[in-house]
């Protein structure tokens, strides 16, 4: 053992406290498709985020002088514009660059919105039995919902005073946020709550009472760290769902307004101009990646996380 | 004559049974059926029985990991069962717990110092040198390596986790250990350090132990006196030696009857008894003796009646009929072996 | 123009085909595809084209217009006109004679009074009427026999063929209809799916939104028609979809409305399954301005209503801004290619009724902005946006989902980003935008948006009914269950007193000039109405569909009982 | 046995309404009152016909009870009567659609049907295609079968439908032509032409959910199976000289199929939402279709409907996979 050997050389005092990170980032490293998947995603991030600092064409705006606007439509990929123009003549890098701000940012922010419920409610009915039954029906409702069509409902009977209360792009973004967020939290909170119960058991808890931690730090201290696996695996999944359920939204044409693109809509209007089938490709290419490498990423962070692994 | 440091007065601990399609309230597991018992300062307590007995409840349901369904234990002069949350957080550090499953006791993704250092962060508002100070200490009373103070539990063997475990325990100068069947996960060649360990300790600190456990020469080795519950109940309480010498309760008897006699001589002069059938169900308990399905000396009278626990014999207390004539001595409590009684912190 | 005139040769070609169909049903089955889909059979109950076009199918008029936009007869004998004594001297009469022995699908026998009653059943003032305007100055219908319709208006109607004439007002029959009438319409889906008619098909199936099947009408009155047995009318998809469908898999013998890119106009023409067919009509795509205030805050009821004007786009110069900004040649590049031409007429065709006006063909930025900049609005902030008393230049642009338009809301965006209005874009989906649903929020009649975008025609070859949208009284409001045509809410006593003396007018020249007038007074002296585009109409049919010319007059539907197989 | 599954049942009641009170209220306190989103252009006195039937002026609770009943009394009794020929209904008020004023009932009798066909065979397929898939890969754990059989599966499942299903559009039916455009929901196989026709416009969108539903059961059963395999029962038969193919498909694979069958359960429903998007891109007028038209007309009986009728589907689903689980796997049993 690498670190044994490392201990012994080091003076007794001065043995540096291993992370518990440092030790999932080691396991990580171990899971191929993991690594290519977290490349390609902090590829994919750098794109979205550094990207229009570096490439600055506009996303948006359409050349208001027509005859340059002309010229530059439906172009195939080349160094002025690398993957090519739209059908009028926006530069589909920088509609890809905004396009993903949007989705990733849909994507994550309605994971942590799902993860945070999930695991509050996995929490509380796993921790306190008086809670438990109620809070478990509640989250056996949520599964029992249909939930695309009724992402879609929301979309569409709350979009609006949304969009009244913070314009259309904000409210879009918050509408998206709110229905995706309530209905995929049932997941995290039904693999918490079974976390929490068997880790409640585990006689650390118990000694944990033992010394007179009270609840709350046994949450935090104990059993929260323990569960903290599956909420991650759960979330990075979270991710890729949220991603494709705004995406699929998007398609359908409750999302985002058209000049507004997520990586959903600029495939909806790559659709209508199929003699360039390339325009279709690159939004979902990109969807497509993400979702993949973020998949990936789970399922290197599962076996990560898992202590029986790591400690092999 | 000391005052006993713990005393137990008729606890219980019964968890209800819902069935049916309704989820009604049908009935209870009594683990815990009923039990008294006191404990002096200084002194080891040894609980035997089989496994399923509600020794390990009657532990928790001590230190209230449990919350008991009746009964009193009072913990050097409070009454732990009836204590509200705060006061009770307050108690904690006197009465601490060493647990049976070192690796599941020990958080996994804690690293040693903060698992020891925990008690303190808890009930201390020491700085963190101090605390790490105090955590190093312990670690040497234990024997542990100052090195580890960083690693996690899963990078020590089952004996070092164990140390963890009781080092753990000590952090905040507890009198009352209740050492739940702390050596029944290890090797066999480790589980003697461990117990000289815990013997050194209640040395050097002058510590009270209710040791739970289902190794009777362990036990014989290391306790003072002996309960032997069965079935949620003590059938006997009595001084170690008199009882290893002559168990009274036939359960007790057909215990110990099965336990490694170092003397082949006397080994062979022994007759094993060996009990018939299973242990009945604690939701369902027999309307008399509990031991009455099993006992080969059972009468018609131990079908009908529950024995009391009773002084039969001076500090010998026992709950069966067969004792029932028998008239015990005007002796109080049961006096505690000597040895132990130093460094009685008070 | 190659594709224009490679259509033309096939157009003609089809017609040189010898016609060799002498038996009804001899050619099997006809695949339409309509990619929206009916979801009603009634065009009195639906302003829908989807609708209209396909009940032409089963229900008929007394007469129609070619693809020249002449009238020809349909159930009636002939065509009525002054000269022949059908329209009386001072034009406030018409007499319609019926084909003698015509037959209902069902056999019983076609009636003056069934035309009657399609009038009653039309103007009842409960019944929410889509057609009401095509009955408009009717003041009796009377029936002194069973083959003669007398309609009698309340002045001269210079221009009387509108009641039963063309695919939008059909007669019905009374015996099926007769307990329909009024609050009841909606309730009779049975009359509403299969309404009994004399065309040359009849409704066998009808799924809602989905597919009507129809069958040779045993009954209709050319024995030898209609060449195709069967008949399917699909609907859903898109436009691409169905073109497709027909230029390059095959699949379906027609499409309607293959409204795709010019792009991939060449690209599926190339796949030599079939042909585009196009022709100018009256159908422009044009922006309308609101005059009224659609914001959300007013109280439901009170949006978009003449209580509220809007509050800067009842300024000339900002809407005439607004046009100047709009370069409309690159619309149609984008958008239809040969398929559209750009214009500044509501009205552009036929040529006597179109204004020679064409002032806004070139873009004009720099005017557009010192236009804006001489009403007030300026950009005082730096935010790129122009306000005027705290208010912002900011409007909500919506149309239809749909691609063109997509890229039309796109383009125009920045535009007018361009000369300092803040745009925000809003697509509804067309089945909403045009269903004329009062219950959704969405519908082009309620205009809860500062501008929109679609295109609108008329059918018949006479602007009047047409201008007569934009007439005071025609403004959509809950009182009228939102079903008015003045769209803009546009309205000018001015305007009300020309178009009526347009409508007492007969000679053809004034009658013209008029109309070029009011034309003007809605685009360029007003510009509540900025057209874009004079659209063509783009249909798809198979090679092997016989007989079929593109109508722009009336339904595209008009001659189905003529289409025929080539073999 | 019995009482686990009257347990389920009971529980099962509760959580239907619950899920038809959450509808219900979604819909009902949405901006705007119900009795304005009844198009104007329904007459007034149609509209208090409508209003009498929807209980409008009533308050929110008796609305809801009075939705319940159109829900499970009259609508049920007309299906008896369409049936039976019998007049149970009586002509009591039925959810009528909005937009097209048919019963949404009929309205989703007549589009039922093409998803059942559709999604039906792609789950079917799916499954057949995912279990041997997966136990091979299992059996066979890293081997190059089971790297390429997780990549691809890991693909197949991260890829969302609507891209491959415009992809495979493109290729399979614009490029190479191979498949029809548009679906054709009118198509009654009779005979062997028509039943290849309605193979060919159903191979795309089944192939496209298909390979979806496949990717992610055959991860499920190649995990069920690794947990299995390692377990002391399968080193046991192998000890007892059992040959290969009896432990494992004999053995493993029973112990497998729990987990995997109720995956297989629990997972139709959802894929009901994922034939919204399939229908959408491969045009097929279906439920999920109706769905999206009546979200987009405003037709709130139809949405409240399907929704619901989705709700049940999935609820029943659930208890159809707790009760296999309860008869398959003994020891969850046990109270």
Redesign the interface.
Known sequence: MSDATAATATPDREDAPRSLWRDVWDQFRMHRGAMVGLFVLSTLLIFVLIGPFIWTAEPIRVNPNTAEMFRSRNLPPSWSNPFGTDQVGRDIMARLMLGGKVSLAVGFVAMSVAVFLGTLIGLLSGYFRRLDGALMRLTDLFLSLPLLPLILVLTFLYGPRLKEMFGPNLGTFFILIIAIGLTSWMHVARIVRGQVLAVKEREFVLAARSIGTPARRIITRHILPNVLAPVMVAGALGVANAIITESVVSFLGQGFQSDFSTWGSMLNSAYYNQTYPMQMVWPGLAISLTVLSVNYVGDGLRDALDPRIRGR | MPEPLVTVDDLKMHFPIYTGVFRRHTGDVKAVDGVSFSILPGETLGLVGESGCGKSTVGRALLRLYEPTAGRVVIDGDDVVSLPPEALRKKRPTMQMVFQDPQASLNPRMTLARIIGEPLDEHTDWPKAKKLERVYELMDQVGLNRRFANRYPHEFSGGQRQRIGIARALALNPKFIVCDEPIAALDVSIQAQVVNLLEDLQEKFGLTYLFISHDLSMVRHIADRVAVMYLGKIAELSPRDALYARPLHPYAEALLSAVNEPDPVRAQSRKRIILKGDVPSPANPPIGCNFCTRCPKVFDRCRVEKPALREVEPDRFVACHLFDNIVAGPTGAPEASEHNQQGVTQ | MKLRTALMGAVAALGLAPAAFAERGADGHVNV?YWQ?P??LNPY?SSGTKDVETASLVLEGLAGFDEKGVVIPRLAESVPTVENGGISEDLTQITWKLKPGLLWSDGTPVTSADAKFTWEYCTHP???CAQAARYEGITSIDTPDDLTVVITFSGPKPNPYQAFVGGTSPILQAAQFANCL??????C?EQ?FKPIGTGPFVVK?F?????V?LEANPNYRDPAKPAFATM?V?????A???A??VL??G??DYAWNTQI?P??QA?MSAGGKGVLLNGFGTLVERIEMNMTDPS?SLP?GERSTTKHPHPFLTDLNVRKALSMAI?R??LV??GYGAAGRATCNLVPAPEMFASPNTDCLT?D?EGARALLEESGWVDSDGDGVREKDGMKLKVLYQTS?N?VR??F???I???W??IGVEV????V?A??FF???????DTFQKFYADVEMYANNFDGTDPEPYLGQYLCNKIPA?EN???GENVNRFCDPAYDELWLELSKTSEMEKRAEIAIRLNEMLTKDSYVIVPLVDRGRLSAASNTLGGVVLNTWDTELWNAQDWFRIK | MLTYTLRRLLVAIPTLLLISLVIFLLVDLAPGSPASEIPLTVPAEVRMKMVEAMGINEPVHIRYLLWLKQFFWTEPLYAIDAAFGTSYADGAPRIISYSSKVPVMDYIGERLPQTLTVIGTAYLIAILIALPIGIYSAYRQYSWFDQVGTFVSMVGYSVPTFFTGLLAIIIFTTWLGWFPSIYNTSLQVVDWATFKQQVRQMFLPVAVLALFNAAELSRYTRSAMLENLSQDYARTARAKGLSEGTVVLKHVLRNSMIPVITVITLGLPAIFAGAIVTEQVFKINGIGAALIGAIHVNDLPVVQTIAFITAILIVLFNLVADILYGILDPRIRYE
Do not use: C, H, Y
């Open positions: 595809l889909a979801s009603i109950l409960e019944g929410g009024g609050a009841a319409a909606s309730t889906s509403n199936d799924k809602v939104n989905d597919v099947e399917t699909k609907g859903g998809g898109d691409q979809a169905a497709r469908a390059e898999t699949e379906f890119n792009e991939m690209q959300p439901e370069d040649q690159v590049d984008i873009q930025i989902v691609p997509q890229d809301q796109a383009i965006k920045s535009f980003n361009d925000e874009l809003k697509q989906d089945s909403v269903g004329g649903d009062a219950g959704s929020p809950p269950q939102w079903q």
